[in-house]
Protein backbone atom coordinates (compact mmCIF):
# COMPACT_ATOMS: atom_id res chain seq x y z
CA UNK A 1 0.00 0.00 0.00
CA UNK A 2 1.47 3.33 -0.85
CA UNK A 3 1.74 5.90 1.79
CA UNK A 4 0.20 9.10 0.81
CA UNK A 5 -0.58 10.81 4.25
CA UNK A 6 1.88 13.29 3.51
CA UNK A 7 0.08 14.33 0.20
CA UNK A 8 -3.07 14.45 2.23
CA UNK A 9 -2.07 16.47 4.66
CA UNK A 10 -0.85 19.41 2.37
CA UNK A 11 -4.13 19.20 0.30
CA UNK A 12 -6.10 19.44 3.40
CA UNK A 13 -4.23 21.69 5.06
CA UNK A 14 -4.29 23.81 1.95
CA UNK A 15 -8.06 23.26 1.50
CA UNK A 16 -8.33 25.05 4.94
CA UNK A 17 -6.18 27.82 4.30
CA UNK A 18 -3.78 27.52 6.81
CA UNK A 19 -0.09 27.26 7.38
CA UNK A 20 1.93 24.85 8.30
CA UNK A 21 2.90 26.46 11.91
CA UNK A 22 -1.15 27.01 12.40
CA UNK A 23 -1.57 23.06 11.92
CA UNK A 24 1.44 21.96 13.96
CA UNK A 25 -0.06 24.35 17.09
CA UNK A 26 -3.27 23.11 16.34
CA UNK A 27 -1.89 19.56 17.51
CA UNK A 28 0.76 20.16 19.77
CA UNK A 29 3.93 19.71 17.42
CA UNK A 30 6.32 21.98 16.12
CA UNK A 31 6.66 23.33 12.88
CA UNK A 32 9.41 20.92 12.00
CA UNK A 33 7.56 18.14 12.86
CA UNK A 34 4.74 18.89 10.78
CA UNK A 35 7.13 20.00 7.54
CA UNK A 36 8.37 16.66 8.15
CA UNK A 37 5.08 14.82 7.85
CA UNK A 38 4.06 16.74 4.91
CA UNK A 39 7.26 16.15 3.23
CA UNK A 40 7.29 12.49 3.48
CA UNK A 41 10.43 12.08 6.02
CA UNK A 42 8.30 11.37 9.12
CA UNK A 43 5.18 9.19 9.43
CA UNK A 44 3.07 10.43 12.57
CA UNK A 45 2.12 8.28 15.67
CA UNK A 46 -0.85 6.86 16.22
CA UNK A 47 -1.53 10.11 18.85
CA UNK A 48 -0.61 12.33 16.30
CA UNK A 49 -2.56 10.38 13.61
CA UNK A 50 -5.68 11.11 15.67
CA UNK A 51 -5.47 14.56 16.18
CA UNK A 52 -4.52 14.99 12.94
CA UNK A 53 -8.05 13.36 11.52
CA UNK A 54 -10.05 15.59 14.30
CA UNK A 55 -7.98 18.62 13.02
CA UNK A 56 -8.99 18.24 9.40
CA UNK A 57 -12.49 16.40 10.22
CA UNK A 58 -11.88 13.61 8.42
CA UNK A 59 -11.22 9.77 9.25
CA UNK A 60 -7.89 8.21 9.56
CA UNK A 61 -8.39 6.23 6.96
CA UNK A 62 -8.51 8.42 4.75
CA UNK A 63 -5.97 10.47 5.72
CA UNK A 64 -3.52 7.38 5.49
CA UNK A 65 -4.96 6.40 2.32
CA UNK A 66 -6.44 3.28 3.45
CA UNK A 67 -9.99 5.20 1.34
CA UNK A 68 -11.05 7.86 -0.61
CA UNK A 69 -14.14 8.56 1.35
CA UNK A 70 -13.48 11.15 4.25
Do not use: C, S
Request: aromatic content about 8%.
Amino acid sequence: MEIVINTRLKELRKEKKETQVTVAAAIGVTEQYYQKLEYGENLPGIENTWKLADHFNVTIDYLVGRTDER
